[in-house]
């Protein structure tokens, strides 16, 4: 009884929490403008994240909004929308997102008809602002960007709601689940018409939280949907010219590392290239800043570097190839049989997507630290053990690594089956997204 009725109290804690947004606003648009002075926020379309648009809004035609808050997410909404393009060309479609290096990559692969704009913050005037003048007719938001103002904003506009690949990390579940908090994330998660959770932890995770069960429907993990895209013929040509150098050499790729992995990647190189001279280490990091932080190191230790930013050949003497650049990893990983995601060799870190890889036909291997990942480990492992293989740290790795390389067998038999075990997830995985879509939001 005590449980059943918290949309009082996420009211109140609702209009505590506008109060505060509204009182801090002038500090959040100081700290809007620190930001675009350090580079972080767009030089010109900054204003947007204010609610300010720099484009017009379409007058004839109803509007979807899509919400991502950085690259991984919005990526994995790509494919919903150009399936939307496809199916409901009526439809006016308006993307957001949070993050400047999101908008770097995908403005140049969003469908051109999609219009594409920084989310404004979650103050009262910058979303009032924006929700007023772009009018949407539905808005889906990918994964957990739960901001209320957005969300009781739309539910006051009657503005349908849904939520796509929808997860809670560990601690954000602790988090919602306090007695202060518990009333306020009921009260957000009544308002939707539509959740399709990431596995059925996280369906439990939403129940629990008081989501409505009638509106948790499964879609799988769209970050299975690796959508095609081709780059510039300018890269298209130096990935081209890269493949060839690297055929007659023993290749691997560390990918999405973040600070401190590096000293175990490294590691395991120095000690490879002792029984394999001909070994190429492509080194991609979670950030490009720390790419060029690694490479000076190197250089420093008298070590040749390649850097893909500089778009160096792989002169004889060089066993490092380092990529700075953003945006590029799908297609890179057709550069290397085998792939090492990284993010996930320290506790506190939380593993990223595993399916672009697998999708280019590499073995796969990651640590165990993988977050909501974990998931996606499970569900290929399930289908073939051999389509993922998981390693504690520097030595465990050393050891997959010369196995695979020591036996072509294996290596094969690995790569065949991470890239069937993704075939078999990512099959229907858009389409059941978007009858959802069609079904919970749109139609109503």
């Known amino acids: 009884m005590a449980m059943a009725a918290p949309k009082p109290k996420g009211d109140i804690v609702y209009k505590i929490y506008r109060a505060l947004t509204y009182g801090l606003s002038p500090l959040l648009h100081l700290h809007l403008h620190w930001r675009r002075l350090r580079g972080l926020e767009h030089p010109i379309r900054w204003r947007e994240r204010l609610g300010q648009p720099s484009l017009r809004r379409p007058s004839a035609g109803p509007l979807l909004w899509f919400h991502a808050v950085s690259l991984g997410e919005g990526m994995a909404a790509i494919p919903v929308i150009k399936f939307c393009c496809q199916r409901r060309p009526d439809i006016n479609i308006l993307m957001t997102t949070t993050t400047l290096s999101a908008f770097e990559v995908l403005k140049d692969r969003l469908p051109a008809n999609v219009l594409y704009q920084f989310a404004p913050l979650d103050t009262p005037a910058a ?30 506009c009657g503005i349908g709601l849904a939520l796509l690949n929808a997860r809670l990390s560990a601690k954000s579940f602790r988090h919602w689940s306090k007695p202060l908090l518990f009333p306020l994330i009921s009260l957000l998660l009544s308002q939707f018409s539509l959740i399709a959770p990431l596995s059925s932890v996280q369906a439990i995770h939403f129940q629990l939280l008081q989501a409505p069960p009638f509106c948790i429907n499964f879609s799988g993990d769209l970050k299975y949907a690796v ?81 893909r930013s500089q778009h160096k050949k792989l002169i004889p003497g060089t066993n490092i190839y380092l990529v700075d650049t953003l945006g590029e990893l799908r297609h890179l990983y057709n550069l290397t049989p085998i792939a090492v995601i990284g993010g996930s060799f320290f506790p506190g870190l939380t593993g990223h997507n595993i399916s672009e890889a697998a999708a280019a036909g590499c073995a796969v291997l990651t640590g165990h630290h993988i977050g909501h990942f974990s998931h996606m480990v499970r569900k290929m492992q399930q289908l073939n053990p051999f389509s993922v293989m998981q390693v504690s740290g520097k030595l465990e790795l050393e050891k997959a690594l010369r196995e695979l390389f020591a036996d072509a067998k294996i290596l094969e038999s690995r790569q065949k089956a991470a890239k069937e075990a993704f075939h078999s997830l990512s099959t229907t995985v858009v389409s059941n997204a978007w009858d959802l879509l069609d079904i919970h939001l749109l139609r109503q």
């Open 127 to 156: 979303m009032d602002a924006f929700l007023g003048y772009w009018k949407p007719n539905w808005i889906v938001i990918m994964e957990s960007e739960l901001w209320p103002n957005l969300i009781m904003g739309a539910s006051r």
């Open 227 to 307: 959508g095609e895209y081709e780059p510039p013929m300018k890269d298209a040509k130096h990935i081209e010219y890269l493949q060839k150098q690297l055929s007659q050499k023993q290749v691997w790729m560390a990918a999405s590392i973040h600070r401190g992995e590096e000293e175990i990647i490294l590691g395991v190189h120095n000690v490879l290239m002792q029984s394999h001279t001909d070994i190429i280490t492509i080194i991609v990091p979670r950030h490009p800043q720390h790419g060029k932080e690694i490479a000076e190191v190197l250089q420093k230790e008298g070590q040749n570097v390649a850097l």
